[in-house]
């Protein structure tokens, strides 16, 4: 058994074309698997296909709103037909509106939860069942340090990301007997176009990340390429409804 070997597998990364998502298609194509980034910003999308092809990679663009039922499972039916499986899903698309509770509308609360968490929920749904014809499959959900702590300016983002780590759970008993292995990833300050939009929102937020993070600097996508191939690939079989953080230390200082 090659542990970390992801040729022959097709994966799927919502959110595939930047930041943390991309970071970890990178990691994927780079352990030989086929890749479909799959996001709402086409010209994002084929500039990620096209750095993902350099390496070796068979990958295409396929647009998607994860909050859109229909759209995902056009999604999961259209890569099934190009590659002719779907073994890996990365649910990595997410927003945030960074506001205080009490200043949240309704409709804010809906799109943060709809995109983060109903999104993740759909998109694994659709590929349970081509997963499970194949034999087994790799779901791995993008939690968050705020499915841990709690910060006041995130409360719909903070309930979409601590109920990613449940969903998983979730899934991860319901589908074990189906060899579908569902784990989550809870990234650190990662360096980010929504990280960046948040230090521009809330002052002092840089100073106060750094001082915080033992390894003392911000994450950047390419730290998430490891934790992708390991939750991808055989190595990982008997890991399960697991959280996993990748940090810099973040959450070891409790």
Known sequence: MQAFDLS?????????NGGIGFGMAKGLASAGAAVVVA?????????????????????????????????????????????GRVDVLVNNAGTNVRKRPEELTLAEWRLVLDTNLTGAFLTS??????????????????GSMMSIFGTPFVAAYAASKGGIVQLTKALATAWARDNIQVNAVLPGWIDTELTRRAREDVPGLHE????????????????????AVFLAGPASDYVTGAAIPVDGGYAALG
């Open 8 to 16: 022959g597998r097709v994966a799927i990364v919502t959110g595939g």
């Open 39 to 83: 996001a709402r910003n086409r010209g994002k999308s084929v500039a990620a296909v096209r750095q993902l092809q350099a390496l070796g990679s068979r990958a295409e663009a396929i647009e998607v709103d994860v909050s859109d039922e229909a759209s995902v499972q056009r999604l999961v039916e259209e890569t099934a037909s190009r590659f």
């Open 125 to 142: 749904k659709a590929a349970y069942p081509h997963m499970k014809a194949a034999g087994g499959g790799k779901i791995i959900n993008i």
């Open 208 to 227: 106060w990340v750094l001082a915080r993070i033992p390894k003392g600097y911000w994450g950047s996508g390419d730290d998430l390429a490891g934790i």
